[in-house]
């Protein structure tokens, strides 16, 4: 059992774990592995990514009705070969060339994302994905094997140039997600920290491993920490291998972040793209059926949800079930609706002090999710009966 459970009265209480998946290595043209010839790690697939690789995406956040967040590289979508000034940015650096590239592909690319931007969250997950150093390839753009981080200067470029590539292709505003490339990463260095310069862009959540990080401060909990008001959430082990095409469905852990890599979704043949995706949708809707997970709608629903599950004390006191959020951080990533799951033989009257239903499901399982938004100021939520007393 993964979920918070508490019985009371015949009821059974559940203050489930959210499930969120995010897509990384998103955004190439090339499919190739380039990393033998000093080129990128790209995804090590067989053939030229294609608009139905977007929307097997959307095919897929449908079926789970969560926006998935999609990791992005941008380098390859540079209509103007403007990253040959960007220092480290690209394999070919002042002779950057990327026309290769450039084609009716990008607009209806971008068109298509911005149409479906309900469904697929764009994350940053960096230029070129690897960073260059005298013309040689070094692991990764905004930090090294060691974790640590490159100059702010070089950063901050980077993320700018981020910013440029969304620009030119129409892609919206700056996301608010980031997911380290390589997860070479860092934390617990205050305003020296890369969660200081990322915060400065706009970006509020991160998904990392911490045992990859290069760590200057234990992170509050071994699952999720925050640094300069951006929430950090583990990311765990990816379920199947980055360079794994037309992956079959399967789990190694229960972190609340499933990360998969683009091509673990995509067929070889693009027009069979669906059977991928429709497995893995079959899966994850199973998983999050019962008490114990819930498939969060999107990266604010899991952040919530999982500073809900790892941080508060779900309890009972006498007769009532109480949700106490007093450890939760006082972060807007962290604090907002949370979601609890409830399963009883027949409905009953229930009063919630402490805070406001603002939606109610119920399966065919006769399990009720109820969405709670907590009153301002209010750090404990009591969920009482009176067929209870």
């Not at 608009?51 to 990791?71: E, V």
């Not at 380098?75 to 290769?100: P, S, Y």
């Not at 951006?230 to 972040?257: F, Q, T």
């Not at 006082?330 to 033989?345: D, H, N, Q, R, S």
């Amino acid at each position: 059992m993964n979920g918070k459970q508490l019985s009371l009265g015949g009821t059974v209480f559940s203050l489930p774990q959210p499930i969120f998946l995010v897509i990384e290595d998103v955004g190439w043209w090339q499919g190739y592995d380039g990393s033998v010839k000093n080129e990128p790690f790209r995804n090590g697939f067989c053939r030229r990514h294609c608009l139905d690789d977007y929307r097997a995406l959307t095919r897929l956040a449908k079926r789970l009705s969560m926006r998935i967040a999609i990791g992005m590289v941008l380098g390859e979508w540079d209509r103007t070969n403007f990253l040959k000034v960007v220092t480290g940015a690209t394999w070919m650096g002042e002779a950057w060339d990327n026309r290769i590239n450039q084609g009716p592909w990008l607009e209806a690319a971008a068109q298509y994302l911005c149409a479906h931007r309900q469904f697929l969250e764009i994350a940053v997950h960096g230029i070129c994905h690897e960073f260059w150093q005298n013309g040689q390839m070094e692991r990764s753009e905004f930090h090294d094997e060691s974790g640590q981080m490159r100059s702010e200067a070089i950063v901050r470029r980077h993320l700018e140039a981020y910013a440029t590539l969304l620009a030119q292709n129409g892609l919206g505003d700056y996301p608010r997600l980031f997911i380290p490339p390589a997860l070479f990463h860092s934390f617990g260095n205050g305003r020296e920290s890369i969660q200081a310069t990322l915060k400065s862009f706009g970006i509020e959540y991160i998904t990392t491993r911490f045992s990859k990080a290069r760590l200057y401060a234990v992170p509050q909990h071994p699952r999720l920490a925050w640094e300069c008001g951006v929430g950090l959430l583990e990311r765990g082990l990816s379920p199947v291998s980055w360079d794994m095409a037309a992956a079959a469905p399967i789990l190694l852990d229960d972190n609340p972040v499933i990360a998969l890599h683009w091509g673990n979704l995509l067929h070889p043949d693009p027009d069979q793209n669906h059977e991928i995706v429709d497995r893995w949708a079959d899966m994850l809707t199973a998983k999050a059926a019962g008490l114990d997970f819930i498939l969060a709608e999107d990266l604010a629903a899991c952040w919530r949800q999982a500073a809900a599950y790892f941080l508060a004390d779900f309890r009972q006191e006498a007769n009532s079930i109480i949700i106490d959020l007093k450890a939760v951080p006082k972060l807007p990533c962290f604090t907002g609706v949370i979601a609890l799951k409830i399963k009883e033989a027949q409905a009953k009257t229930r009063h919630f002090n402490g805070a406001k239903i603002v939606g109610q499901i119920t399966g065919e399982d006769a399990i009720a999710t109820i969405f709670l938004l907590p009153e301002p100021h209010q750090i404990k939520i009591e969920i009482s009966n009176p067929d209870y007393s």
